[in-house]
């Protein structure tokens, strides 16, 4: 009895075996909120008040924060205050055109023919959540949640329909969001503008940004990169690649976030990247937009009354550079669908 005694009170001192961190979601009526264990990946906002649903905070393992905080949180030292929309990251498109709809309020931007969902400046339209589905656990490292959205003009009329389904999956060297959209002409047939302001989106942190001086690296999949102090155009702007990557320096960590277009998109991407620290995927800018890569394309993406457009996306957040984050790996989990 003694000796069991002895072996219980030893067992009771040893510390708890810490629970394996997994992917979890938690809802609520103003966002999503993604974690491993107990670290934030990212926070999707889907709350009435915004003019469409964005990603913030959006972090790197090791809680690096790899987007820019203005202007959800206003007042930090230094930080830059322009284009009010670009929130962190996003997916929207700069000009839709409800064929066959009179617009009762059109854009202040003489350049938009139909609704824009990407700037906020007066006639802008509002991309609603309108529901938020159950969380689908797949393992410990992965989820999956279905979202509805309804693309609106100025006036809140519907033009469009979109399902949206959100997947985050942690990978060796960082967290993979993928987002699976599913757009329905439900209300008429839907033409893409030819505009660069689109589409898939992430604004990096200024001291990331290449236009300052101790900013950080783009890398593209094509092996093109650029430095700090590059200033635009870049070589790798308006042209196709299967991802692009945006690497800084974040606090006292090296960190980065990569867009990554699926190779089976039947429309592929040109890249909307710029050195002041945005970055995005352009499936629908053509000739108009000035894009080098579609320079002899003047077709625009139609989708008619009644069909579907299918497209999809990943967002990648890492530690390290590209190379020991492991971009071009995290691209191959996710073109596999594995």
């Given at each position: 009895?003694?000796?069991?005694?002895?072996?219980?009170?030893?067992?009771?001192?040893?510390?708890?075996?810490?629970?394996?961190?997994?992917?979890?979601?938690?809802?609520?009526?103003?966002?999503?909120?993604?974690?491993?264990?107990?670290?934030?990946?990212?926070?999707?906002?889907?709350?009435?008040?915004?003019?469409?649903?964005?990603?913030?905070?959006?972090?790197?393992?090791?809680?690096?924060?790899?987007?820019?905080?203005?202007?959800?949180?206003?007042?930090?030292?230094?930080?830059?205050?322009?284009?009010?929309?670009?929130?962190?990251?996003?997916?929207?498109?700069?000009?839709?055109?409800?064929?066959?709809?009179?617009?009762?309020?059109?854009?202040?931007?003489?350049?938009?023919?139909?609704?824009?969902?990407?700037?906020?400046?007066?006639?802008?339209?509002?991309?609603?959540?309108?529901?938020?589905?159950?969380?689908?656990?797949?393992?410990?490292?992965?989820?999956?949640?279905?979202?509805?959205?309804?693309?609106?003009?100025?006036?809140?009329?519907?033009?469009?329909?979109?399902?949206?389904?959100?997947?985050?999956?942690?990978?060796?060297?960082?967290?993979?969001?993928?987002?699976?959209?599913?757009?329905?002409?439900?209300?008429?047939?839907?033409?893409?503008?030819?505009?660069?302001?689109?589409?898939?989106?992430?604004?990096?942190?200024?001291g990331t940004a290449l236009q300052n001086k101790n900013g950080g690296r783009i890398t593209s999949s094509d092996g093109k990169s650029s430095v700090a102090g590059a200033k635009d155009n870049l070589p790798i702007w308006?042209?196709?690649?299967?991802?692009?990557?945006?690497?800084?320096?974040?606090?006292?960590?090296?960190?980065?976030?990569?867009?990554?277009?699926?190779?089976?998109?039947?429309?592929?991407?040109?890249?909307?990247?710029?050195?002041?620290?945005?970055?995005?995927?352009?499936?629908?800018?053509?000739?108009?937009?000035?894009?080098?890569?579609?320079?002899?394309?003047?077709?625009?993406?139609?989708?008619s009354k009644g069909e579907h457009l299918k497209l999809r996306y990943g967002i990648y957040t890492h530690g390290g550079d590209a190379k020991v984050g492991e971009v071009a790996e995290a691209y191959g989990v996710f073109?596999?669908?594995?």
């Open positions: 009895m003694r000796t069991f005694a002895i072996l219980c009170s030893i067992f009771a001192a040893l510390p708890a075996l810490a629970a394996e961190p997994e992917v979890t979601a938690k809802k609520s009526k103003e966002s999503i909120e993604f974690k491993f264990g107990d670290e934030l990946i990212a926070n999707y906002v889907v709350a009435p008040t915004a003019a469409k649903p964005y990603f913030w905070p959006l972090n790197a393992p090791g809680g690096a924060a790899v987007t820019r905080g203005w202007p959800m949180v206003k007042g930090t030292a230094g930080e830059t205050t322009d284009h009010i929309h670009q929130k962190s990251a996003w997916f929207c498109h700069g000009d839709v055109i409800p064929v066959g709809m009179v617009l009762k309020t059109k854009s202040a931007d003489k350049r938009v023919e139909g609704v824009d969902f990407w700037s906020e400046t007066p006639g802008h339209g509002k991309m609603v959540c309108v529901e938020v589905g159950e969380i689908k656990i797949v393992s410990k490292t992965e989820m999956s949640v279905p979202t509805k959205n309804e693309w609106r003009t100025a006036d809140g009329d519907k033009i469009l329909d979109e399902t949206r389904t959100i997947t985050v999956r942690k990978l060796p060297q960082g967290y993979l969001i993928v987002l699976d959209v599913d757009f329905h002409a439900s209300v008429c047939p839907i033409r893409f503008g030819d505009t660069k302001e689109g589409s898939l989106g992430v604004r990096v942190p200024d308006g042209v196709a690649a299967d991802w692009h990557d945006y690497t800084g320096t974040v606090g006292d960590k090296t960190a980065g976030i990569a867009i990554f277009d699926d190779t089976k998109n039947k429309y592929r991407s040109v890249w909307h990247t710029r050195a002041y620290g945005l970055m995005a995927a352009n499936p629908f800018g053509r000739a108009k937009s000035g894009f080098p890569g579609v320079k002899e394309n003047k077709e625009l993406v139609t989708i073109g596999s669908g594995k």
